[in-house]
């Protein structure tokens, strides 16, 4: 029954920003424990950033410095604010949460 729904991908130029939200659908779930992964063309998924409930964030250290993690305080959004993008961060960007993954976005920078 619960979704999580992902928004905010799209074709950005090297040095640019992006956010992206994942949103649990019906509004009646929570989000206190989730992550953002991403998965490039012939590579495995990787962990971008995680939240706990707690609002303890972690980062991968491709990403540390430039991607920030963050929850509205209803926590019904998780959010992926990246700045300084370099081409290394196309890929597809999967939220996860509540035992799911969401739908998955497409980021693509270049150069």
């Known amino acids: 029954q619960v979704q999580l729904v992902e928004s905010g991908g799209g074709l950005v130029q090297a040095g640019g920003s992006l956010r992206l939200s994942c949103a649990a659908s019906p509004s009646i779930f929570n989000i206190n424990n989730g992550g953002w992964y991403r998965q490039a063309p012939g590579k495995q998924r990787e962990l971008v950033a995680t939240i706990t409930r707690d609002s303890t964030t972690n980062y991968a250290d491709s990403v540390k410095g430039r991607f920030t993690i963050s929850r509205d305080n209803a926590r019904k959004t998780v959010y992926l604010q990246m700045d300084s993008l370099k081409p290394e961060d196309t890929a597809i960007y999967y939220c996860?949460?509540?035992?799911?993954w969401g739908q998955g976005t497409q980021v693509t920078v270049s150069s």
């Open positions: 996860y949460s509540l035992g799911i």
